[in-house]
């Protein structure tokens, strides 16, 4: 992976994978453009941290907002290499680097709730964690589903979602009522 090296590019880029593999950084106009306009506004050059602060900031003001998505593409790296980490520790794990970076990314909402500024760690190292923890739970829930039997999997079930998984399969209500009593 070549890292991104302008400030343009470490919010306004998302990485692309072929073949489960980094294949390039593919950018996205609009936070492109938003960035120059940004950078054109201030007139000395100024870290990346600033620019972490400055949409974090407009983030926990608007949290689906522009600033979310140059936050999701700041931390692109650290997820990446969080899902590089977690796969080649792993023996006989059925999910391939780009499945854990999915699933980890999605995430980033919840690694900016939980974050602070005033921390010792950078957004990039907290998020690292944090997509690595998200990797863990999700392989540990995977094995404890391959290891469990069909009526081990119903039991650790809850009513509500075998009720709503019934519904959703398109059985009827009396149907659905003698599942639940089984």
Not at 162 to 169: A, G, K, N, V
């Amino acid at each position: 992976m070549n890292p991104r090296q302008s400030v343009t590019e470490l919010f306004s880029t998302f990485i692309e994978f072929v073949d489960d593999r980094f294949s390039r950084w593919g950018s996205d106009r609009t936070l492109r453009q938003n960035m120059l306009c940004c950078l054109k506004q201030l007139e000395t050059r100024v870290s990346d941290d600033y620019w972490v602060l400055y949409w974090y900031k407009h983030w926990q003001q608007q949290p689906k907002s522009i600033a979310e998505q140059h936050l999701s593409a700041y931390l692109q790296e650290p997820c990446y290499w969080a899902a590089q980490r977690m796969t080649s520790r792993q023996t006989g794990v059925q999910y391939r680097v780009s499945d854990c970076f999915q699933r980890a990314i999605v995430e980033v909402p919840t690694v900016l709730s939980g974050y602070s500024p005033h921390q010792a760690a950078s957004l990039r190292t907290y998020a690292s964690l944090c997509f690595g923890n998200v990797m863990r739970d999700m392989l540990r829930q995977q094995r404890e589903a391959d290891s469990r039997t069909d009526w081990g999997l119903l039991r650790k079930l809850s009513q509500k979602r075998l009720t709503e998984s019934l519904q959703m399969s398109g059985l009827s209500a009396d149907t659905i009522a003698c599942y639940r009593l089984a």
